[in-house]
């Protein structure tokens, strides 16, 4: 599904520059639970923004689904991104003056679904992520888990190849991590690719496989024995 | 651009943030009542210069004869120049296309008799196109026509002065008066936007008065109207012809300024017309300035309103927004914000025109207004304003790197 092969990138900082990524060859298969893990500054943010289609990379091949990306434009790199990936932000990211529906309905408003049936699909989702009740609330009136699972059933709607989670239980204390990530294991047992970064180690051992990154290269990838969630739940 | 996701985000920025909005729309708002303001006022500049000559058709020229200054082809300086019947006919044979309406005047005075009413008024013996030429405006009856110049008839059309002074509240319609103690019959009553003078005169055919003065084929004056598809320059262009044609024919100098005038209105149309032109680019230019200073306004809004939601664009982006949906979303924000405080200035202005405006009635200045030509004008100035504001934010938001959504450890 994914393929990365001798991914280079570099920051210019003033004079110097500063290499972030020094050589990640990552291949990741169609339903895999990936969790990329790394402490501050080892370059996986800036990893996950290459697979987003958010940053571009200085030197090495990205295949997503046997597209090759490179040289997108802006308006290329907003189809794909459309079409392949959803995201899942920290800080939910959720547009306030939105209801939950609205903001689930969203990428489909950019793939040019006509507004009933970006709704009916829309409400689908919702009722999987089981916040159909909450359908008309606005952001500021869900809690935290709540939000997350709201911004996941939006990162779903568009039905992507790839699911991009930036530290989905960052702003969560642990119970509702758990939530969330007993919802991510299950998208995945449909057979949803997925991938996670996080910095938590029990997050990580949630996922069926994790990549450790330091200082710009890949230290270590294993498989795992998968923790489920719902046994804390 | 009618979807109701992308209305329902501008009403939303603009909810939450009323009296910035209010504070920005207020500056374009105000720039186009002033726009608006001003060009009503050199309307009214213009409607009052046009007053005072719209006693005649625009269109007109007068020939008029007179003492030669020069000797020529054979004659010497100071020779009476005289019009003669023969004149007419030879410009009408001359210039068939170029004249429209042409008559001859024959002047005369009269004191003018009805019962033991009299008064004295001048007379204009006339071929029935003078009443297109002069504009005259025939309230009962009917103006002279061409049965009475073929049949000289003592006929008269006399003026609503004329009637009141010496019919009181009798009908004149049909009833005789005395011009010199010859008794015409009235068969018309005219009045003139000009001037009330112009209501104490009386027109005759031009061959009744020619006969009761000797028999004569002598006239006047020459007026006519030219095509009035003629723009300017060949109204001017048909005027010198007209004039080189009749130096000729009456053997005068070509360079002779005295033996004949021909008189152009075009020519006094032209100075007024160039001087409210200017008067309007002034008003168009300096209202153009203000509306600048809103423009930059509302631009400054949306810059305020784009890196407040900056975030926001960057999730959007995430979410597979292409950067001209953004730019759309920012330029239709813009453009609604400006569109509608303009069409509020504009609105106050119309109504504070139509209020005041038909009070003013001085010569110089009469009933300024705004017509629908300055409306669509504002229109457009404002969509094309609200693009120009919204341009550079625009650019702005869709330039939002998608990784700033991202980025918020």
Known sequence: MIEIKDLHK???????????????NFKVEEGELVAIMGSSGSGKSTLLNILGMLDGADSGEYTLDGVPIKNLSETKAAQYRNKFLGFIFQSFNLINYKSALENVALPLYYQKVPRKERQEKAMQYLDRVGLKPWATHHPSELSGGQKQRVAIARAMAAEPKVLLADEPTGALDSKTSYEVMDLIQKINDEGNTILVVTHEEDIAHMCKRIVHLKDGVIVEDKKIEQVRAGQYV | MFDRDVWQEIFNTIKTNKLRTFLTGFSVGWAIFILVMLLASVNGMQNGFTNQFNDDATNSIFVRPGTTSKAYGGFEAGRRIQLKNDDLEYIKKSFPDDVEYISARYYANAT??????????????????????EKTLVVAGRYVNEADVINKAKVAVIGRKVAEDLFKNEDPLGQFVELNNLPFRVIGIFTDDGDDNAERRIYAPISTYQRIYGNTNDINMIALTYNPTYDLAKALEFSGRLEDLMKRRHKIDPDDQAGLYVFNYAEAFENISSFTAVLKGIGIGVGFLILV??????????????KERTKEIGVRKALGARPRQIVNLVLLESVFITAISGFVGLLFAWIILAALGPMFQTPAFSNPSVNLSTVVTATIILIVAGVLAGLIPAMKAANVKPIVALSDK
């Open chain 2, 293 to 306: 200073a809103g423009i930059v306004g509302i631009g400054n809004i949306m810059v305020f309103t784009i």
């Open chain 2, 112 to 133: 003018a008799r009805y019962k033991s009413e009299t008064g004295s008024y001048s007379v204009q013996a006339t071929h029935p196109d003078h009443q297109a030429i």
């Open chain 1, 10 to 24: 570099s920051y210019k900082m003033g004079s110097n520059s500063l290499h972030v990524l020094k050589g990640i």
